[in-house]
C-alpha cells in the first residue's frame, strides 16, 4: 500500500517508510492511496466470527501488502488480548465498552498493534525512539504497549498538572525503555515538541525518530477494528437496522479511524463527535471555518485538545468539502457542569458508571438519536482512572482495578521541560 501526505506536499511512502517516521516530510499525515472495500458476505456474517477473526480481515485491507498473513494475524492475535464488550445502558442506547485492556483505555489496542508492527519493520535495524504527547490516556497505553520491547525508546510528553493522578502513575513509574517528560504547558504544547522534532533536521540526522500518536497510521488505523466489532455484537442481537455511533473526540484519531470503517463498507448510518469544552470541531461543522485556538482543561482530559491532529485526515477523507462531512457527523459540545450532571443522571437512573469522556458520548447519543435508531457511544476508559472526580459526583466510592492499584504503587520518575523547543531538543540529543 502507497501512502500520500495530507499536505500534498512530500513524496509517497510505503507502508514501513509510514510507520516509521510517523509524520510526512512536508508535516503532513499519512493517507492510504486506497480504502478497500470488504465484500457485503463479510458484513453480513460477521457475527458469526470472533473479534481476532473480523479484526485480522480489516487489518489484510489495509496491511496485507506489506505484511506477510502470519506475521499479520499474529500480531493481532497479540494486540486482541481482551474482549471489548457491548452492553445495553437503555432501549436502543449501547455503550461499547473500550476499557478492557492493560491500562484500562480504548488507546490500547492502537499502541499495542503499533507496537509488534513497529518491532516487524525495524528488526535488527538499531534503536528507534518513540515521541508521543498525551493528555492522559495515550500515554498509559504507548508506555505499556512498547515496555520491554527491544531497540525502541519512549519519551511520553506529558502537561504538568493536567492529567488524572492514576494516569500520570501508569507512565511515569515504568522505567526501562520508558521516559516521562513533564511539560510545564498544555497538551498542545506537548504535540507541538513532537512535531517540531520531527522537522529538525539534527534531530533526525542523529536519531531514528517516530510517532506513535495518532498521527501514526499504525496508531490509528487498527482502531477500526473496535467498530466492526460493535455492528457484529448488535447483529447478534438483531439491533443493526440504522445503526448510529457517538464517539468522545479529542485529536479525533479514534473517530477517524470509524469513518475509514464506513468507506470500507460498515453499514453505520451516521457519527456524531462528541466534544468537551474544547469545541473547535463543533465550532466548524456549524460555521465551516476550522479555527483552532488553544485548548482550556477540563475533567475531561483526555479531549482537551484544542487544534486536533486528524482534522486533516478528515478534511482529506471527505476531498475538503464541508457538506460530506457534515452529511456524515454531526457534534456536540458539553461543559464540565453538563458533563457532571449526566454521570449522576446515568448512574442513578440506569446505574451504568461513566467516566467523563464515555458521559460527553452517551448524552451526546440520547440527545441526538432519532425514533427508530439504534445507537452505541464508545465508554473510552474505565471510570476509576478519574476516581476523585467521578467519586465527588456520584458520591459514592469507585473501586480502582487490581491493574491500576499497582501502576499507583510505583515511584514517579519524570523528567521536568519547559515548552522551549530547544531545551527539548537538547535533552534528546543527551540521550
Not at 496485507?64 to 488480548?81: A, F, H, M, N, Y
Not at 508492527?117 to 538499531?126: I, K, S, T, V
Not at 504535540?191 to 531514528?208: I, P, R, S, T
Amino acid at each position: 500500500m502507497i501512502y500520500y501526505s495530507t499536505n500534498g506536499r512530500a513524496p509517497r511512502a510505503d507502508l514501513r517508510k509510514a510507520v516509521v517516521k510517523g509524520l510526512a516530510e512536508d508535516r503532513g499525515l499519512y493517507m492510504p492511496e486506497q480504502i478497500r472495500q470488504l465484500p457485503e458476505s463479510f458484513f453480513a456474517t460477521l457475527s458469526q466470527r470472533s473479534f481476532v477473526e473480523n479484526s485480522v480481515k480489516v487489518a489484510e485491507a489495509f496491511f496485507g501488502e506489506d505484511v506477510p498473513q502470519k506475521d499479520l494475524s499474529r500480531i493481532v492475535e497479540e494486540t486482541l488480548s481482551f474482549d471489548c464488550p457491548i452492553r445495553e445502558v437503555e432501549p436502543d442506547v449501547y455503550a461499547l465498552e473500550l476499557f478492557h485492556g492493560p491500562t484500562l483505555a480504548f488507546k490500547d489496542v492502537g499502541a499495542r498493534f503499533m507496537a509488534r508492527l513497529l518491532q516487524h519493520f525495524n528488526d535488527g535495524e538499531g534503536d528507534v525512539n518513540v515521541l508521543v504527547a498525551t493528555s492522559g490516556d495515550t500515554g498509559s497505553a504507548v508506555a505499556n504497549g512498547f515496555l520491554g520491547v527491544e531497540g525502541i525508546k519512549v519519551f511520553v510528553l506529558y502537561p504538568k498538572g493536567k492529567v488524572s493522578p492514576i494516569q500520570e502513575c501508569q507512565f511515569t513509574t515504568l522505567g526501562q525503555n520508558i521516559t516521562a517528560l513533564e511539560i510545564d504547558g498544555t497538551f498542545d504544547d506537548c504535540q507541538a515538541l513532537v512535531k517540531a522534532a520531527f522537522m529538525d533536521a539534527e534531530l533526525n540526522e542523529k536519531m531514528h525518530l517516530t510517532s506513535a500518536n495518532s498521527i501514526n497510521v499504525a496508531r490509528f488505523l487498527p482502531q477500526s477494528f473496535y467498530y466492526f466489532w460493535a455492528y457484529a455484537q448488535l447483529q447478534r442481537i438483531g439491533k443493526v437496522k440504522d445503526v448510529v455511533c457517538c464517539v468522545p473526540s479529542g485529536n479525533f484519531g479514534n473517530i477517524c479511524s470509524a469513518l475509514f470503517g464506513k468507506r470500507m463498507g460498515l453499514p453505520i448510518k451516521r457519527f456524531i463527535a462528541a466534544n468537551n469544552a474544547n469545541s473547535v470541531f463543533y465550532e466548524f461543522l456549524q460555521t465551516g471555518d476550522y479555527k483552532p485556538r488553544p485548548s482550556i482543561q477540563t475533567i475531561a482530559n483526555a479531549m482537551d485538545v484544542g487544534d486536533p491532529s486528524n482534522f486533516a485526515r478528515i478534511w482529506d477523507l471527505y476531498g475538503h468539502n464541508t457538506e460530506a462531512i457534515r452529511a456524515d457527523i454531526s457534534g456536540a459540545t458539553y461543559t464540565d457542569v453538563q458533563i457532571a450532571e449526566t454521570i449522576k443522571e446515568c448512574f442513578t437512573k440506569t446505574g451504568y458508571l461513566l467516566d467523563p469522556h464515555g458521559a460527553c458520548g452517551y448524552r451526546a447519543l440520547k440527545e441526538n438519536l432519532k425514533p427508530g435508531e439504534t445507537g452505541f457511544f464508545c465508554e473510552t476508559a474505565h471510570p476509576a482512572k478519574f476516581k476523585d472526580t467521578v467519586e465527588s459526583i456520584i458520591e459514592s466510592p469507585v473501586s480502582i482495578p487490581a491493574r491500576l492499584a499497582a501502576f499507583m504503587k510505583g515511584k514517579k520518575q519524570s523528567v521536568s521541560l519547559t515548552t522551549d523547543f530547544c531545551d527539548f531538543k537538547r535533552y534528546l540529543l543527551k540521550q
